[in-house]
């Protein structure tokens, strides 16, 4: 499956949850645990760190595992989604 161009300007500043959202319900995927992820959450918590990725981050995940999006698009939207998430502003 060849992955489709998204560029940089298909993706929003604003509304990435809804973005991310949108684009799995239309491609058919859903938010689903592997059993590489919860192997993956269970080293992480065994190396002493907490982080759980909420269902933004793992419908991203569930993007690029699919094919939807590549490496390149899924970082930026990612960025996007944190900076939008933790209010952070850009550096002028």
Do not use: C, W
């Not at 995927?29 to 992820?37: E, R």
Request: aromatic residues 4%; charged residues 30%.
């Amino acid at each position: 499956m060849k992955t489709p161009n998204i560029s940089a300007s298909d993706i929003p500043s604003t509304g990435l949850a809804e973005f991310v959202a949108e684009l799995a319900r239309r491609r058919g995927l859903v938010d689903a645990q592997t059993p590489d992820s919860a192997l993956a959450r269970v080293i992480t918590r065994l190396a002493g760190d907490e982080a759980s990725p909420d269902k933004t981050e793992r419908l991203i995940i569930a993007l690029r595992r699919a094919k939807v999006i590549d490496g390149t698009t899924m970082l930026t939207i990612q960025g996007r989604y944190l900076d939008e998430k933790f209010h952070v502003r850009p550096v002028r």
